[in-house]
């Protein structure tokens, strides 16, 4: 049995497997948060050239090379957790490709929030599919919060509560 590291193990970190809405939109609250701290960061770095950098400096370049930077693993991490989310409901990750493309071209008609925010609420509320399906079985263990299932579909028994 290949030994798996823990990052490999937390379901933000892998596309792999099926997720619940509960856990779905628990990890969205964190990666929401973390969009949140980022942000907050950013506009205080930008706050504090404003008031004590003279003007044209490539400080202001530079803290938004960082956050930038620190928005991909948040992106990374939410398309994982969609496919994950995807995948629970019957579908595969791959039909979010095109998802994505009418949402950027209807996002050229309207503000980009709206379809974003009809599809994340659409996603998050679809109930689960009540079989098995090709990817992983149906099981209490795709509501878990933190760890996902291995790959062999059974319970992790070192996971196991007491």
């Not at 969205?28 to 050239?49: D, E, H, R, S």
């Not at 938004?64 to 930077?69: F, G």
Request: aromatic letters at 14%.
């Amino acid at each position: 049995m290949a030994k798996t590291s823990i990052t490999q193990k937390i379901r933000c970190f892998t596309p792999r497997g099926r997720m619940r809405r509960a856990p779905y939109w628990l990890w969205n609250i964190c990666v929401g948060a973390y969009y949140g701290l980022m942000t907050f960061i950013w506009l205080a770095y930008l706050y504090w050239l404003n008031n004590s950098v003279p003007a044209g400096s490539e400080n202001m370049d530079a803290g938004l090379v960082w956050w930038l930077l620190v928005l991909i693993p948040g992106v990374v991490c939410s398309v994982f957790l969609l496919i994950q989310r995807v995948h629970d409901i019957g579908i595969s990750g791959w039909w979010l490709l095109p998802i994505w493309i009418a949402v950027a071209v209807i996002g050229c008609v309207i503000p980009l929030w709206i379809p974003s925010t009809i599809g994340t609420l659409a996603i998050g509320f679809w109930p689960p599919q009540a079989k098995d399906n090709k990817f992983g079985p149906n099981s209490n263990a795709n509501g878990a919060f933190i760890y996902r299932l291995p790959d062999d579909g059974k319970p992790d028994p070192s996971k196991a509560a007491a």
